[in-house]
C-alpha cells in the first residue's frame, strides 16, 4: 500500500497511461505500409494499389486514397490458413514470428515521448517522465531489444528446414552483428556529450545546446546508414534477396505468420525512426523554441498548433478541390462515383478547418492557467502540462515520420549491394569512421571542458 | 561495331554516398509528381478510362460498304487466302448487280482463332476488309460468338469514322448522296 500512496492518483493515471504508446509502433505500420505502397508507386511513376473500395448503402463506393487495399490484404492474411511444411521443428516454427512482434511492444518503453510533465497538485510537486520506463540505460535497451528481434529471423531460419532459410538467417545473424556494432560507436559520440545513457537527458541536452544533428552531423550519417543496415531493408537487404534466397529467412512462412515477421519488420522501421530523432534531431523538443517559453505562452502555443493544422487541412482540400476539377474533365466512367466520394471528404475537410480555425482561436484570446478550477483544485498547470506533452509527441511523430519515409525513399532508390560490399561497408568504412568520430569528438569534448 | 568508351568514375563518384543523394532527389522529384500532379501519371484506370487506339491499330474488323449499303466485297478469297491463321472463312454466290460478278453469301472471321496480322486487310483488292474499328475488347459467352458473321462485320456507323472519306460513302454518311448519284448513274 505504500508504494500506491506514495503518489497522487493523477500520477498513477498519467503513469498507466503511459502504457498506451505501446501501441504506437502498431499504428505506424498502419501508416507505413500505405505510405511504402504508394510512394513506390508514385516513385515508379505508376499509381499504386488503389482500387478496392467499400460499398456503402444509398451513398456509393468509398476508396479511401486506395488504403482499402491494405485493409482487404492485412484481412487475407489474417483468414489464411497457417501450415507448417513435414521436417520443420514445430515449436520454434510457430515461436519465431513471436519474437520480432512481441519487441514491437517492448521496445517504445524508454523512447521519450514528451518532456517530463511538472506540475502542481494541490500543494505536491509532480514530475512525470515522458517515457514509460524513465531507465538510466535508456539506449542500452532499446539496442538489446533491436538485436533480441534477429533472434526471431534465427529460430525462423533453423527451425523451418530449409537451405534458403537457412542461410537468410546467417545472413540476417551477420548483419546485426556488424551493424549493431558501428550503431553503439555511432551513438557513443551524443552520450559523450550528453554525458548520459537516458534518452531524456539526451533530449534535453540537445534542447539546451544544439540538436545531435548539428554536433554530431558525421556520426547522424553512419547512424542512419547502419540503422537502415539494421533493419535489413533495400539496399541491405540481403537476408532476403530474391534472386539469391526466395525471401531468406520467412521463405517458409505463409499467412499471418508471415503477417508478423512483416509487421515486425516494420515497427522496427518505426522504433530506429524514433530512436534517429530523439538523438540526432531533438527529439521532442520544438526548433527554436523551449519549453519554458511554450509553457508561459500556451494559449499561443496551442493556437499555433491549431493553424499548422487547418493550413494542412486546407492544402489537403486544395489538392482534393483540384483534383476534383481535373477528374470532372475526363472522360472516365466512374468520375462521378469518385467526385461523390470526394465531396464526403471535402465536407469533413471544411468542418475540420472551421473547428481547428475555432479551437485556435479559442485557445489564444481565453487559455488562462488561472482560471482552471475543478472542485476546488487548481489544475491550470497540469493543464499546461498536458498542452506542452500534446505538442511535444506531435513534434516527435512529425520527425519520426520524416524518417520513416526515409526509409522508405532509399528503399526504392537505390539497387542492392551485394553481401561482401554490405560487409565491407560495415566493417571497414562505417566502423572506422564511427571510432574516428568518437575519439574526435572525446579529444574535442575534453580540450572544451565539457562533460 | 560501335564501341562507347566508358570513361572511368572520378573520385566523387567512386564515394558513392553522392550519387546515391542524386539518385534520391531523382526519385523525390518523381515522388511528387505523383502526390500532387496525380493525373499526369501515365497509368490508365482501365476500365473506366479507355486507352486512346489510333486508326492504324489493328483492331476487330469490318466490311466496307458501297453507297447503296451492299459489302465492297466481291468475294475473290484472296484475304482467306492470304491469312496465316486460316480464320477467315468466305462462300461466293451470284450477284444480283450486272456490273459485278460475285458477291458474299458467308463471311466470317473466327476471332479465336485470329492472330491479328492485318495481312487480310493488305490483301484486299477492292479495300473492302479493313481492321480500323478500334475496338479491342472481346468478351462473349461462349466459343461461337467470338465467330464475327457478315451482319456483324458490315454493322457499323459512319458516324464513328468522321475522317475517313470512304466510309462516309456508305448509307448514313455525310458523302452518301453524292456518291450514290454516281453509283446510280453508271447503272444506267
Not at chain 1, 508504494?3 to 505506424?28: D, G, H, M, N, Q
Not at chain 2, 466490311?63 to 486460316?86: E, I, K, Q
Request: overall charge neutral.
Amino acid at each position: 500500500m505504500d508504494i500506491i500512496e506514495s503518489r497522487t492518483w493523477i500520477e498513477w493515471v498519467i503513469t498507466i497511461a503511459k502504457f498506451a504508446f505501446c501501441f504506437v509502433p502498431v499504428l505506424y505500420i498502419l501508416l507505413l505500409i500505405p505510405m511504402e505502397r504508394r510512394g513506390a508507386g508514385f516513385m515508379q511513376d505508376r499509381q499504386g494499389p488503389n482500387r478496392s473500395y467499400i460499398k456503402i448503402p444509398y451513398f456509393g463506393k468509398i476508396r479511401l486514397f486506395g488504403y482499402v487495399q491494405n485493409m482487404c490484404d492485412g484481412a487475407k492474411l489474417f483468414f489464411k490458413e497457417m501450415f507448417a511444411p513435414a521436417g520443420v521443428n514445430k515449436v520454434l516454427y510457430y515461436v519465431a514470428p513471436a519474437v520480432p512482434f512481441a519487441i514491437v511492444f517492448l521496445s517504445p518503453c524508454v523512447i521519450p515521448w514528451f518532456g517530463p510533465m511538472v506540475f502542481e497538485w494541490g500543494d505536491k510537486m509532480v514530475r512525470i517522465p515522458g517515457s514509460i520506463i524513465d531507465s538510466d540505460v535508456g539506449v542500452l535497451l532499446l539496442m538489446g531489444f533491436s538485436s533480441i528481434s534477429a533472434f526471431g529471423a534465427i529460430l525462423a531460419g533453423w527451425a523451418s528446414k530449409s537451405k534458403y532459410t537457412f542461410l537468410g538467417a546467417l545472413r540476417t545473424s551477420s548483419m546485426t552483428i556488424s551493424y549493431e556494432v558501428c550503431l553503439g560507436l555511432s551513438l557513443m559520440g551524443i552520450l559523450l556529450l550528453a554525458g548520459s545513457f537516458n534518452l531524456t537527458d539526451i533530449v534535453s541536452w540537445q534542447e539546451h545546446h544544439v540538436w545531435g544533428i548539428v554536433a554530431q552531423p558525421v556520426a547522424f550519417f553512419c547512424f542512419l546508414i547502419a540503422s537502415i543496415a539494421e533493419t535489413g531493408r533495400a539496399p541491405f537487404d540481403v537476408a532476403e534477396g530474391e534472386p539469391e534466397l526466395v525471401a531468406g529467412y520467412h521463405t517458409e512462412y505463409g499467412a499471418m505468420q508471415f503477417g508478423l515477421f512483416y509487421m515486425g519488420e516494420y515497427s522496427h522501421i518505426c522504433i530506429n525512426s524514433f530512436l534517429i530523432a530523439t538523438l540526432f534531431l531533438g527529439g521532442y523538443s520544438v526548433p527554436f523554441v523551449t519549453t519554458e517559453t511554450m509553457q508561459a505562452h500556451m494559449g499561443g502555443a496551442l493556437a499555433i498548433l491549431c493553424g499548422i493544422l487547418a493550413f494542412l487541412v486546407l492544402a489537403f482540400l486544395h489538392m482534393l478541390y483540384r483534383y476534383s476539377r481535373k477528374l470532372k474533365a475526363t472522360e472516365q466512367t466512374h468520375r462521378f462515383v469518385v467526385l461523390q466520394e470526394y465531396k464526403l471528404y471535402k465536407i469533413c475537410g471544411w468542418i475540420a478547418a472551421v473547428v481547428l480555425v475555432a479551437l485556435g482561436v479559442c485557445a489564444w484570446l481565453f487559455y488562462n492557467p488561472a482560471n482552471f478550477v475543478v472542485n476546488g483544485v487548481a489544475v491550470g498547470s497540469l493543464a499546461t502540462a498536458v498542452g506542452t506533452a500534446l505538442i511535444h509527441l506531435l513534434v516527435l511523430v512529425v520527425k519520426s515520420v520524416f524518417f520513416c519515409w526515409v526509409w522508405i525513399w532509399v528503399r526504392w532508390t537505390l539497387p542492392r549491394f551485394r553481401y561482401d560490399h554490405v560487409m565491407h561497408l560495415g566493417w571497414k568504412i562505417i566502423l572506422n569512421i564511427a571510432l574516428i568520430n568518437l575519439v574526435v569528438t572525446a579529444v574535442i569534448a575534453k580540450l572544451a571542458g565539457g562533460n | 561495331m560501335r564501341v562507347i568508351k566508358q570513361t572511368p568514375m572520378n573520385w566523387i563518384e567512386r564515394l558513392y554516398i553522392f550519387e546515391c543523394l542524386r539518385g534520391l532527389f531523382t526519385t523525390l522529384k518523381h515522388a511528387a509528381r505523383g502526390l500532387f500532379r496525380y493525373e499526369t501519371l501515365p497509368t490508365i484506370s482501365y476500365p473506366e478510362g479507355q486507352p486512346e487506339i489510333r486508326s492504324t491499330y489493328r483492331a476487330k474488323h469490318r466490311l466496307m460498304l458501297r453507297p447503296d449499303g451492299t459489302p465492297r466485297c466481291v468475294a475473290c478469297g484472296m484475304c482467306a487466302a492470304a491469312c496465316p491463321a486460316h480464320c477467315i472463312f468466305i462462300e461466293a454466290t451470284q450477284s444480283d448487280d450486272p456490273r459485278i460478278e460475285k458477291r458474299v453469301m458467308r463471311f466470317d472471321i473466327d476471332h479465336l482463332t485470329c492472330v491479328f496480322c492485318g495481312l487480310c486487310a493488305e490483301a484486299c483488292p477492292v479495300d473492302a476488309l479493313r481492321m480500323d474499328t478500334k475496338k479491342i475488347v472481346f468478351e462473349h459467352r461462349t466459343r461461337d460468338e467470338f465467330v464475327a458473321h457478315l451482319n456483324d462485320l458490315i454493322d457499323w456507323d459512319p458516324k464513328d469514322y468522321p475522317e475517313d472519306a470512304q466510309s462516309q460513302m456508305a448509307p448514313g454518311g455525310t458523302k452518301n448522296a453524292e456518291a450514290l448519284k454516281v453509283w446510280g448513274m453508271e447503272v444506267k
